[in-house]
């Protein structure tokens, strides 16, 4: 199946997606870009949205079987429907709609087993979206700051990585920060990204998992001060440190496949300079134990975001059970 991209530029876009995952920055540009292919700034008569867990599949047909006032599609867009996670009767209504009419999902996650899920990926496009690796974050940030004729080296690249995280959305609000601190200044520098941006600095990710991994509570609460002293975005923490444990799983796994360091660096996604770290920390903790506080990482970020929880509390709550179950 050809990406939205590659639809978009052939003009050949399927009627159903659903767009979904963890790096909201592209989730939220791929919806954007169908909304720019599909209809009109401001046509509201065209383009309705709807938005929540307490959306009607029956009522979204009812908007479906319209077809468009004086345009060439309808587009509907459903946004954290809670369709893929759950049973409904959405797929029910599919076949009643007219050929003009395009339908875009937007969840945060979904459950592939799924009726909706299984029916789009069957008959229209599926799009995850992940968190993006070193290398293609690298350029991505190269890429942003050239449309403000401003450069930045890899290793400077690499550097604002560990610093705020891979995460798109946060990256996005600390380069803007530079744009404006460098000023008619061509070039962004390592000694930039420490006068601009804040955020969890890899060394105390490390700090951290140690402490957990050797059930030292006192550390993990001195380590935890820190974060709330410094105000800390708590959900820029735990997408590093979900980061951080990806790349210790790949680091084992590269070990036992015999990996030589370079290949194990490129394969991890991190820097040469700083894989004896990573190294180091991957053999003292067992690899159950990662995947596990990598779903109680999941789990927590889940909650501040669904509003279950605060962010402070999910975080918290998060500690907890790292150090409980330690």
Known sequence: MPSISEQIKTKQVEKFHLIYGEEAYMVRYYKNALISALSTPGDEMNCTVFQGSGIVPSEIADVAVILPFMAANRLIVVQNSGFCNSSSDMTDYFDSFPDTTYIVFVEQQVDKRNKLYKWIQKNGCVTECKHQNTASLCTWIAGYLSRFQKKISKNCAEYMISRIGNDMEFLTN?????????????????????????????????????????????????????????????????????????????????????????????????????????????????????????????????????????????????????????
Do not use: W
């Not at 779903?295 to 975080?315: H, Y």
């Open 174 to 326: 600390e380069l803007d920060k530079l744009i404006s601190y460098t000023g008619e200044k061509k070039a962004v520098e390592i000694e930039d990204v420490d006068a601009v941006c804040g955020g969890v600095t890899e060394g105390k990710i490390f700090d951290l998992l140690d402490a957990v991994a050797v059930k030292d509570r006192s550390k993990a609460l001195i380590l935890y001060k820190d974060l709330l002293d410094n105000r800390e975005p708590v959900p820029v923490f735990l997408s590093m440190f979900r980061r951080h444990i990806n790349i210790l799983l790949k680091v084992k796994d590269g070990l036992l496949k015999g990996m030589d360091k370079g290949r194990l660096a490129a394969y991890a996604g991190v820097p040469p300079f700083t894989l004896n770290n990573y190294t180091k920390q991957a053999s003292a903790v067992k690899r159950t134990r990662l995947i596990e506080m990598l779903e109680q990482a999941a789990q927590a970020e889940e909650n501040f975001k669904t509003g279950q929880m605060s962010d402070q509390i999910s975080l918290e709550l998060f500690l907890i059970q790292a150090l409980t179950n330690a």
